[in-house]
């Protein structure tokens, strides 16, 4: 019987992939983005733990709503962090002809990623920055690590919309979407490129993570809490500013 631990299952979405789709948002994460909007999904053990059977039947139950372009997409947190689970998980809809998403920052690679990556139709990249100083600074992750995926999928030839969160007087200028365009140019595997406005609206959750886990409050501090929202439109003009090679 095989168990992973999610944080939460929502039926039907439609920002995460394309179509109507069942988010499953997985436990667990080992970035610490400075504008997570999760940060509920970041400590394994929160989680709650789940059958894959019991998954499956409530996939099942949503795929008449699908339609032809939508399916699952596994989020979170960070699905790779779950192997095995995931990569089940994906086996098995692919089995019932249901289309498989990855949404993942990139952050793993080798036996675990390759896994994942047999069953994943489609993979939502984020390319959170374009050089290893900010990735430190603002996710604690990889600038590197995260192009070592962005080969893999070239590598596999996994279709793969890039996305990006835009947050003002950090990466909201012409420069740096420029400089996105021109590290993706390569790629033919990147099909789409989302540049996502950066939203306050997880202000509460970090608040009510600070009043449940007292001895991890120090951990739970929204850093972009100073910063303003992204207005819809700066984010469409910078897309048309980056000009990506599509
Ligand atoms: S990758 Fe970053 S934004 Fe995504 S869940 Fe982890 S910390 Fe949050």
């Known amino acids: 019987m095989i168990k992973g ?3 939460s299952f929502l039926s039907m979405g439609t920002v995460d992939g394309p179509g109507v789709r069942s988010v499953i948002f997985m436990q667990g994460c080992p970035l610490r983005c400075a504008y997570c909007h999760n940060p509920d999904t970041w400590d394994f053990s929160h989680g709650k733990e789940v059958e894959l059977e019991e998954l499956l039947q409530k996939v099942l139950r949503c795929k008449p709503y699908y339609g032809e372009n939508g399916g ?25 002809g249901i289309h498989t998403a990855l949404d993942t920052s990139g952050c793993v690679t080798g036996e675990a990623a390759e896994k994942v990556l047999e069953y994943t139709d489609l993979c939502l990249l984020d390319v959170k920055f374009d050089n290893e100083e ?28 890039v996305r990006r969160v835009i ?4 990466n909201d200028n ?48 929204f850093k972009f809490e100073d910063k303003e929202s992204c207005p819809a439109e700066k984010a469409k003009a910078l897309y048309e500013a980056a000009e990506f090679n599509l």
């Open 134 to 161: 900010d990735y430190k600074e603002y996710t604690g992750g990889s600038f590197e690590k995260t192009m070592e995926f962005l080969e893999l999928l070239e590598s596999k030839g996994i279709p793969t919309w």
């Open 167 to 170: 947050v003002p007087s950090v």
């Open 72 to 96: 699952i997409t596994v989020s979170g947190g960070e699905g790779l962090l779950q192997p095995e689970f995931v990569a089940e998980l994906m086996r098995r809809c692919k089995q019932k």
């Open 5 to 7: 631990r999610i944080h």
């Open 174 to 221: 012409e420069d740096s979407v420029k400089k996105l365009a021109k590290i993706i140019k390569p790629y033919t595997c990147v099909k789409k490129v989302e540049l996502l406005p950066f939203r306050k609206l997880c202000t509460p959750k970090y608040e009510m993570m600070r009043e449940q886990y007292p001895e991890q409050a120090s951990e739970y501090v």
